[in-house]
């Protein structure tokens, strides 16, 4: 019996060994195309890694991860056996020009013709690294500086730095009436960042801010003064949640973004105050040149009837054709969906149609939750418009839309253009 026991233990641990030989090993992990991007970077960041069993689901990731980066327009992979049972992982990228100027025109609130003129390199040092700023003239004098690194310290683990000295003309409503302000936010901001895994990361950290408020012209109230300057302290967490896949224009998937944010002050105009909104967005592929996409945005904040109340409408944020600033919520609901359509598409250049539908509803500073079903709070607007998009150059995107109003609110604009760089949403 003993023997029989001996034999039997030494034929399991053969079969044993061959079916674990069988194993697919990865022998090396090679990156073709890229230039400006450090591939010793974009092998850190990679699930499959030299020596680590073949795995096809995790290289199958690893190129929408490839794929999700601003330096990258397109990738794909090959695997190529080379001894037994090792193989060869072979990454192929194509590269965008990532250094790219930030040019915007528009007008104000009181007419001023306005203009923005910066320059971002989403590609710095070769390392994913986001650095670059901005100047702006809307009548007043704004900057930023901004750097974000999501790999910073290791390809799990990043930070973002911004500064930030922003002026703007801004429209203050008392009931009925409004008044025009010249606002002033000076603020510095650090995030940390984390890649939980493929799909979910978290950004949090905190931004110190001084708001100051200044009376140009319109109405006035006894209640709000004529000049304001407050300090502030903004502590943020941004929750992703990330299934989306790209090519070239085209974006297939499921996203969801999470931002909460608490303010803490002391001044007499304006409480501690918390203010949270979710991003639900969905893309899907229809035929061979169309994309359906869609946007949900749910947001609320702490309930107090101040002309300061965060939930702006307005163009370039949430309804095309609305008007600049036209509004403000402590609530909103926001849903645009549009369909867009290749009409023309080569090695550099794709043109796109668009057709639009934006639907939006706020509650009042100080109201109820029954205000998102009141007739005078709903606003729709749906219309048409145009993509210009270099599919070299990383969100190269120029767009035109013209919004104009579905439903009978005589509370805001008929319509008009909305201009902008990069996809609405």
């Known amino acids: 019996m003993k ?11 053969l079969m044993s060994s ?9 022998l090396e992990v090679v990156i073709n195309g890229a230039k400006k991007t450090k591939v010793a970077f974009l092998k850190n960041i990679l699930s499959t890694q030299k020596g680590q069993v073949l795995d096809s689901l995790l290289v199958a990731q690893d190129v929408i991860l490839l794929k999700r980066l601003p330096a990258i327009s397109n990738a794909y992979y090959q695997v190529l056996s080379t001894e037994s049972n090792s193989y060869s992982v072979l990454f192929t990228v194509e590269e965008n020009i990532t ?36 100047y702006q003239n809307n009548g007043f004098d704004s900057y930023a500086l901004n750097f974000r690194a999501p790999n910073l310290f290791s390809s799990k683990w990043g930070m973002v730095v911004n500064h930030q000295n922003w002026k703007s003309e801004e429209p203050l ?10 606002y002033n936010n ?25 708001e100051k408020y200044q009376y140009l012209s319109g109405v006035t109230d006894s209640s709000i003064p004529k000049s304001l300057n407050l300090n502030k302290t ?12 790209y090519f070239y224009q085209y974006i297939s998937g499921f996203k969801s973004v999470l931002y909460a944010q608490y303010v803490l002050t002391e001044n007499d105009f304006q409480n501690e105050f918390y203010i949270f909104w979710n991003d639900f967005l969905y893309f899907k592929r229809i035929n061979e040149n169309g994309n359906l996409a869609s946007r949900l945005r749910i947001g609320l904040s702490s309930n107090e009837k101040t002309p300061f109340a965060p939930f702006a409408l307005d163009n370039n944020i949430n309804l095309r054709g609305v008007g600049i600033l036209v509004d403000r919520g402590t609530g909103s609901v926001v849903w645009n969906t549009e369909y867009r ?29 029954n205000d998102f079903i009141k007739n005078e709070n709903i ?25 104009f109003r579905v439903n009978q609110n005589q509370n805001n604009s008929k319509g008009g253009f909305v201009f902008g760089i990069g996809q609405y949403f």
Request: charged residues 15%; aromatic residues 22%.
């Open 99 to 134: 250094i790219t100027p930030d040019i915007n025109f528009w007008t104000t609130t009181n007419k001023q013709f306005a203009y923005k003129l910066g320059v971002y390199d989403y590609n710095f040092l070769g390392r994913n690294i986001t650095f670059g700023g901005f």
């Open 341 to 369: 359509h290749t009409v023309y598409d080569q090695n550099w250049v794709t043109i796109q149609t668009n057709m639009f539908t934006d639907f939006g509803s706020w509650r009042n500073p100080g109201g109820a939750i």
């Open 18 to 26: 061959a079916f674990f030989s069988q194993e697919k090993t990865v």
């Open 234 to 245: 903004l502590l943020k967490l941004v929750y992703t949640y990330d299934d989306l896949d």
């Open 186 to 210: 000076i603020s510095f901001e650090v995030l940390g960042l984390h890649q939980i895994d493929f799909k979910n990361q978290i950004q949090f950290g905190f931004n110190f801010f001084k």
């Open 379 to 403: 606003h729709i607007y749906s219309g048409f418009g145009l993509r210009f998009i270099s599919k070299k150059i990383y969100n190269a995107t120029f767009r035109v839309d013209y919004g």
């Open 173 to 182: 409503y008392f009931e009925n009436a409004a008044a025009n302000y010249l």
């Open 3 to 13: 023997l029989k026991n001996w034999v039997f233990s030494l034929c399991l641990l």
